[in-house]
């Protein structure tokens, strides 16, 4: 019997979060339907020995694939290679599903021919445990839509989405190596949905405020040219297709995110005379790119001043920058 769902798990380094990652699926009444595909890249604790035991245990749904370090792009695309499942989703060993939304989700998935299928998700955090729901709003549930229309005014992260695993493999999408992908694997696929599912369940289960993460400061300056690689490759993307209006809305809409968050890292450096100028060209590429990217950009107040200024302000606003994010 073919799998309904694969689910993809990065895993480096969890030993303390894994196995409520795995706990979370397991639900006798969903277990023959799904396969976890777990990715070990190259940890160096006792991760891969944690997964050794659910695969054991549950062969027919846990599966452990092991890698050198390669970054989590790059567990998507194993994940990806051994999937079996109708439909494709990712998960990070730090975070977990909502178990008890687990059967009514993949009885619509086993039920449904749909390109992509968008659920809740809650952002948890690891501190306090105070939870944030993180729901798709204005969307009649469990109907199937164009895409094309589904998409106006929508926002989407990666924890929501569901592809069909065919849509995946015949448009061969593969993220980068390293961090920063889940926009990769939230924007590649975009160009070839047609149709799209909304379902009001949380399904993902996302832990914020660790320490280790790659959203901090200081992981995202140390890894700021993958941060580039990304949005570069984005908007290589971007410029390789022609778009449908609001599709390509969609999609400039969050590469402006990204943007953002691109100026936040080169702000963050003390080196104000290279990361000015790597803004610099940072805005030119997206102008090139689409002049309604640019447009989206001169909107964000931070952008508006440098632009207006012609980047004479770029010293106090980094400035300005560095000292909200009490950093040095």
Known sequence: MQKVLSVSVAAYNVENFIVQCLDSFVDTEILDQIEVLVTDDGSTDSTREIVKKYQEQYPQTFRLICQKNAGPGSTVNSGLAHASGKYFRMVDGDDWVQTK???????FLKNHDVDMVCTNYCCVDHVSGEKQEKRIEGKPWGKVLPWKEAC?????????????????????????????????????????????????LTIYMYRVSLSTQSMNTKSLQKNVAMHEKVLNRLLEEYRAHSWDSAVGNYVLRRIAIMEGMQLSIYLSFTDVGTYREKTKQMLKAARSTSEELYQMLEKVRTFRLLIRSRFALYPILSWLHRKRLRVS
């Open 152 to 200: 106006r005014d929508l926002h989407l992260d990666m924890h929501h989405v569901t592809y069909r695993t065919d849509l995946l493999r015949e448009h061969q999408i593969r993220l980068d190596h390293g961090f920063y992908t889940d926009l990769e694997y939230l924007l590649l696929p975009t160009p070839y949905v047609q149709t799209v599912a909304f379902l009001n």
């Open 101 to 107: 939304n687990l059967k009514e989700y993949i009885s």
